[in-house]
């Protein structure tokens, strides 16, 4: 795997050399858009909105809009003028308990891949993070943009998942929760229950996109049928219910719980289609 990036992690006096390796990738289903009467690819334009012209590449500059259609043009030079020193360096500035982060903070990993010479430090800042459950936070420039950063601990590796500033998570003082009752102890009991028996030890295998599989089944249908419509099928639409019996709910998922996981969604979905 080719890396993104090379440069090394630095605290206090240690300096490590590493390089960055995706450590994930979108399994998207990519669509083309087409003209319906021939199925010919449709291609977008960059035209001006003064006057619908279509602009070459060579014409096209940046430019940060700083009043109402006001703009302040930024060329290369002017990005080159605000690099930050040690764009090559994962520059760890603090070691942080990571049960002390908000998860909503992390969004994206990379592996780090030890380089010649750096292997002693690398087990070494391994070995410590994942004793001591913590994680370095740093800042790093990658792709031109500075990233706030955690230096992980992850098996045998170390990654680098990038994380989100304070200024970029959109605080939710509008979402209001309606008040109830607090739920009673034996709601209480039986929800621990509930939890306790569908706890299991986490296998990523489980989990897979069944969405995607699906569209992608139906796509194979088509190409089949020569691009012709497939019958519809009927699926009965979940509705939303209000929750009168919280108790007998509980007793009822505890019971489904308790059975095989096959027979529990088979009583779940004839559950559901009675319900709509």
């Known amino acids: ?3 993104i990036w ?3 992690i630095s605290f206090g006096l240690v300096n490590i050399p590493v ?4 450590a994930s990738r979108a ?3 990519k669509f083309r858009l087409l003209r319906s009467s021939d199925l010919s690819p449709v291609n977008y334009k960059r ?4 006057d619908g012209k279509e602009v070459p590449w060579n014409e096209i500059v940046k430019g940060y809009e700083y009043e109402k259609d006001k703009y302040v043009v930024l060329r290369d030079d002017d990005f080159r003028r605000v690099d930050l020193e040690a764009t090559d360096t994962i520059d760890i500035v603090d070691f942080v308990e990571v049960a002390q982060i908000n998860p909503m903070y992390f969004y994206k990993p990379y ?14 800042l391994r070995d410590v993070l994942a004793d001591t459950k913590k994680v370095g936070i740093s800042k790093v420039i990658v792709k031109k943009r500075q990233h706030l950063a955690a230096v992980k ?12 500033f304070s200024d970029e998570l959109v605080a939710a003082p509008s979402i209001a929760i309606p008040s109830e009752k607090s739920p009673g102890r034996r709601e209480l009991a039986m929800a621990r229950s509930l939890v306790s028996q569908m706890t299991s030890d986490w296998d990523a295998e489980r989990y897979t996109d069944e969405y995607r599989s699906a569209l992608k089944k139906l796509i194979d249908k088509k190409v089949a049928s020569g691009g012709k419509e497939l019958p519809k ?12 019996d919280l108790a007998s709910v509980l007793r009822q998922s505890l019971a489904d719980a308790a059975k095989p996981r096959k027979q529990a969604t088979t009583r779940k979905a004839k559950s559901r289609a009675k319900a709509a």
């Open 1 to 3: 795997m080719r890396a």
């Open 6 to 8: 090379k440069g090394s």
């Open 19 to 22: 390089a960055l390796q995706n």
């Open 27 to 29: 399994e998207e289903l």
């Open 47 to 50: 035209v001006a909105q003064v």
């Open 111 to 124: 592996y780090l891949e030890p380089l010649k010479g750096g292997a002693g430090a690398y087990r070494l």
């Open 153 to 164: 601990a992850n098996g045998g590796l170390l990654v680098l998942e990038l994380m989100r």
């Open 233 to 244: 099928e009927g699926h009965a639409a979940k509705r939303a219910t209000n929750v009168i």
